[in-house]
Each structure stands twice: as structure tokens, then as C-alpha cells.
């Protein structure tokens, strides 16, 4: 059947899409409609054809879903801010479980993966969770000045200084700015003239220590903030304000914050804690925006990575260095690595306020990071742990986790289906996956976090593996893992890199059968490198080791 604009459908909705919106089918067409959601049977117009899917409103809710709720926050259903606050909470978590699931079954190729899979960690109170908060300064229709959230996809500005997800203290923050300003007649800033002085208020808020921030961001510089003594007065009478500053951006940018901090009162910075660490936080810096359940789920990749004090673990995609920090209190050494510059300089300088002196910060990609160390200087790793970004980790990168063999790969996700896909990757490469949680860090978004346990098989374990997947000559199967494993015991035990070459000789000579390989010298006489004496005593032991001689 052809679908047209227009047409009014009947449609039950079974998931959620990318953007919070309800997705359902009709003779097999997909509709996404803004505002239904899982279970809802409603009456939609569609309101946009693709090829393959479209786009649908809501007419008529015919049979509201089982867990449909009324939002808490009375602008839900307009501020870009929330995308499913109308679906209870207990059902987000069943379908970010679900979702999770989904992708590692049918994208990473997982049987049966539910009987790995933790229980998911959601927020015991899932309101008010949000440390960090950027509220847009705009004007109504009067002229008066306002502040709220962007509705979705927009930039107008929903009025609201109550958001329920972000700390409650913003709204006597953001009252006392608006008094203030309306007073001393400090206008908004306007995206569309450039004109204008208040672009955003920016708030931070200390969960554990009760520390607060609020930065303004304007178009001009201090002076034109007449009378600030006024609100400085009226802010510090605020329980823990600890930091008042402006934040000078003066282009015609959607980028929020500019570089210049000016302090107006207090410290420029305040101070936090995930777990034990301690965290200076300022203006610019990134900072996890829900430290409770941050707490949660790092602690989850420090229990999977399983440390006794003698381990060396490399931190991929470390940020601020929040998981190098965690792991660095039980790992005998940690190296996070980071393309923000700005980043790996907080790193350090949270390792220093924490007295955490066996941690390395490398800046660059990790793709080239981690390849490059690895070929010059011989790295090693008991575990790797990958914190990276939506689009999930580089084929480069992952080879080169491999070929350094650690024992655990613990991999922490804000995407499942990136996660999947490298799991998949790595499971074709030896690591199966052990264990598995999900952690709600964002409550009534679609968001979902997730970490996964990877181990390395056992030469054994892989040759089995490899060979059910394929019928493969096992020779190949068998020579490719022992080799690995030789490769990486040599360097981790004598710090010596040595060649399929050399093992395949070593093998040779001491009567281990080698079948048809790549490696062995084509005739006698051929010349070839020989193994040096001190490679072949490493090798032999690594040989030993593994129980071939
Ligand atoms: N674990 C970190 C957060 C990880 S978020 C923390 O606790 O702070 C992902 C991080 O990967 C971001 O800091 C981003 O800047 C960084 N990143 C993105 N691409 C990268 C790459 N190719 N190599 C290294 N880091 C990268």
C-alpha cells in the first residue's frame, strides 16, 4: 500500500526512535510519530513520506499505552530537553535493557546474551539529576526577558526556570539573574542581530559537596554588567555559592561558551567528587553532567577490570581522566589518552590534586596514539578500557588491542549499536564477552550507557571457537592464535619484540610440528634472519609457558 500526506492511519506503537518519537508499522511501512508512546494505539496523520519510512502526528489517542504517564514538568511535551518524560520511568529502563540486547544479539552476533546481562542500574530519584545546566537568555513576545529551554530542533526558547531534571537550586539562580537584569535594563543577547549582552546562564553544582557556579555568558565585556554588586549580593545569600564569573563571547556563533573567564566573586572553579576522586571543575571544563550514576557505572568498569595493584591498563578516550583516576587507585600503572588538549591538562591536574602519581596522560587519537606506542616502544597492557564516542571505536585501534593481547577488554558505550558492532569485531579476534550492565546516566532521554567485559580465550578456547564458526583448516587457526599469544608473552616478560619468523624457527628446531606456514624458509639454503640467542631463550619460554615443549 502507498502512503501519502495527509492520510489519517491507525497505528500501535512498539518502540522508540532516535529522537524520543513513537515508531510503529502499517502494512509493514515504519511511522515515526512525535508524542506517542510504547503501547499507544492512536489515530495519526502523516505528515512526511521517505522512501522507506515517514513521518506522523497525532490525531486521536484511541487507547493510551499501559505505561503512559502524566510528565512531572509541565512544558515536557514543548522543551527539547526531555523525550520521554510522558513514558514511565520502570518502562524507559525495560526499553534502554531491551535496546541494548537487541543490538548485541542481531548486530554483535550474541546468542542467548540475556544470561550475561546484569540488571539495569537505574536512578533511584530519576529528577533533578543534572550538575551542569546552560539556559538560554531570550525575550517574549513584550520584549521581556526570559530564560527557559529551546524547544526540539529549535532555537526558540520555552519560559521555564523549574526544570526537573537539573539541580532544584536553578531556579532561585535564575530568578535573582532575570530580577537583575530586568532591573538594570541588561538585555538579551539576540542570535539574529547580534546584538544584545546576555547569551546563557551557566550553572554547575557540586552534588557531594554542595559547591555552586553560575557563570553568565555575554556579548560585551565586565562594564556593561552595571551595578553586578547587586547581584553578587543577592546571589552569595545563596547556600554554597562558591563561584561567580563572566564569560566573554563576543561571535556570532551557536558555540555557548567563549575563552575568556572573568571572575566576578569567589573562586573561579568548584570542587566535586566521583567516588573518592576530587574534581576542580570550572566553567570550561567537561565534567560527567550525572555524577551518582557516573559513580555507578565507572565502578562497574573498575569491578570488570578486576585489578590487584600490579596490572598496567591503558584508558582509551579518557577525557578529564575520570576512569584512568578510578582505576589508578587499585592498578599498579595507568596511561589515558585524549585528542582534547584542554582535557588531558584537567587530567593531570585531577591526578595532582588527588596524590595519584602513577598515571600517564598521552594527547592525540587513540587510533594513532596506540599504534605508534605500541611499534616503538613495545607497549603493554593487562587491561584496556575504551570510553569512545558515539560513532564507536577504529578498525586501527581495535587491531592493535588485539595484537597487544591484554587479558580484559572492558569497553563503556554511549552507543549500543557502535558497541555492538566492535564487540562483534573483537569476538571474531579472540575476546568473548563476559559480562554486561547497563547504566540510565539521563533519565527521560533516550540515551543509554552501557559497559561490556571482554576476555581473551585461552589459545584452546579460540582454536574451538574459530573452528565451529568456520570449518577452517585448523592449522591456520592454530598457528595465527599461538603466535599472538607467544608475541605478547615475550614482550610482556622480557620486553622483546619478536617475528613469526623467529617462533616458527624456535618451533622448528625443537621438534614442534609446523604444517604447511607462511613462515617456514622456502628451501635450506635460503637466507633469512636467524633468531638471536636471547629471542630464542624468551621464546622457548613463552613455548614452555603454553605448554607446547
Ligand atoms: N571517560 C571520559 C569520557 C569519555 S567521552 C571521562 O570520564 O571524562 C569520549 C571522549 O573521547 C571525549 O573526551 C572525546 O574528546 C574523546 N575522543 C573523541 N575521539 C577521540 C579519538 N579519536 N581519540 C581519543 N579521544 C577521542
Redo the contacts with the bound molecule.
Keep these: 500500500m502507498d502512503f501519502v500526506k495527509n492520510q489519517i492511519v491507525t497505528i500501535k506503537i512498539e518502540d522508540i526512535g532516535t529522537n524520543g518519537e513513537g515508531v510503529g508499522r502499517v502494512d509493514g511501512f515504519t511511522l515515526f510519530v512525535k508524542g506517542a508512546v510504547i503501547g499507544d494505539l492512536v489515530e495519526a496523520k502523516i505528515i512526511k513520506v521517505k522512501k522507506h519510512y515517514g513521518y506522523a502526528r497525532i490525531e486521536k489517542i484511541l487507547e493510551p499505552g499501559k505505561d503512559r504517564v502524566k510528565p512531572v514538568c509541565p512544558v515536557a511535551d514543548k522543551c527539547g530537553g526531555c523525550a520521554i518524560q510522558h513514558l514511565s520511568y520502570e518502562k524507559q529502563l525495560e526499553w534502554k535493557f531491551q535496546k541494548v540486547k537487541n543490538c548485541l544479539e542481531r548486530i554483535g552476533g550474541l546468542e542467548n546474551i540475556e544470561q550475561k546481562m546484569e540488571p539495569i542500574y537505574g536512578m533511584e530519584y530519576p529528577y533533578y539529576y543534572r550538575n551542569k545546566a546552560q539556559f538560554p537568555v531570550g525575550t517574549d513576545k513584550n520584549g521581556r526577558l526570559i530564560t527557559g529551554f529551546y524547544a526540539g530542533r529549535t532555537h526558540s526558547i520555552i519560559e521555564n526556570t523549574h526544570c526537573y531534571i537539573q539541580a532544584e537550586v536553578n531556579e532561585q539562580i535564575l530568578e535573582t539573574v532575570l530580577g537583575y537584569c530586568r532591573r538594570n535594563h541588561i538585555s538579551a543577547y539576540d542570535e539574529k542581530t547580534g546584538k544584545g549582552v546576555l547569551r546563557h546562564i551557566l550553572t554547575r553544582v557540586g552534588f557531594r559537596t554542595g559547591e555552586i557556579m553560575v557563570c553568565l555568558i555575554i556579548n560585551a565585556n565586565k562594564k556593561k554588567m552595571v551595578k553586578i554588586e547587586e547581584l553578587v549580593e543577592e546571589l552569595t545569600k545563596i547556600d554554597g555559592m562558591t563561584s561567580i564569573t563572566l564569560n566573554i563571547n563576543r561571535e556570532r556563533t551557536n558555540r555557548i561558551l567563549g575563552d575568556k573567564i572573568v571572575p566576578v566573586w569567589g573562586q573561579t572553579y568548584i570542587t566535586d567528587y566521583i567516588g573518592n576522586v576530587q574534581y576542580q571543575i570550572s566553567p570550561l571544563s ?1 565534567y ?1 553532567v550525572n555524577p551518582k550514576q557516573t559513580e555507578v557505572l565507572y565502578g562497574k568498569a573498575l569491578e570488570y577490570a578486576d585489578l590487584s595493584g600490579e596490572e598496567t591498563v591503558w584508558d ?8 584512568s583516576l578510578f582505576l589508578a587507585q587499585k592498578a599498579k600503572k595507568v596511561y589515558g ?4 588538549p584542554q ?1 588531558i591538562e584537567d587530567a593531570g591536574q585531577n591526578a595532582k590534586i588527588n596524590h595519584l602519581d602513577n598515571v600517564e596522560f598521552l594527547v592525540g ?3 594513532e596514539v596506540l599504534p605508534r606506542e605500541y611499534e616503538k616502544h613495545g607497549i603493554y597492557a593487562d587491561v584496556i578500557v575504551v ?3 558515539r560513532k564507536g571505536c ?1 578498525g586501527t585501534l581495535l587491531d592493535t588491542i588485539v595484537a597487544m593481547a591484554p587479558k580484559r577488554v572492558v569497553y563503556v558505550s554511549c552507543d549500543p549499536a557502535t558497541l555492538a558492532r566492535d564487540v562483534k569485531i573483537l569476538g571474531e579476534k579472540g575476546y568473548q564477552v563476559d559480562k554486561v550492565s547497563v547504566v540510565d546516566q539521563f533519565g527521560h532521554s533516550v540515551h543509554v550507557e552501557t559497559v561490556v567485559l571482554l576476555s581473551k580465550l585461552n589459545t584452546r578456547q579460540h582454536i574451538e571457537v574459530e573452528v565451529k564458526m568456520d570449518e577452517l583448516d585448523l592449522t591456520a587457526a592454530e598457528s595465527k592464535a599461538t603466535y599472538e599469544e607467544i608475541k605478547a608473552y615475550v614482550l610482556e616478560h622480557t620486553g622483546l619484540k619478536v617475528s613469526h619468523l623467529y617462533i616458527a624457527q624456535i618451533k622448528q628446531k625443537y621438534g614442534i610440528i609446523e604444517r604447511e606456514n607462511y613462515n617456514k624458509p622456502k628451501s635450506e639454503n635460503s637466507r633469512q634472519p636467524k633468531c638471536p640467542p636471547e629471542k630464542e631463550v624468551a621464546i622457548t619460554e613463552a613455548l614452555k609457558y603454553y605448554g607446547m615443549m
Design positions: 567537561f560527567q582509551l578516550y579518557c577525557g578529564i581522566g575520570t576512569i589518552v585524549e585528542i582534547v582535557a587519537k587513540a587510533e570510553d569512545p564516542p577504529d
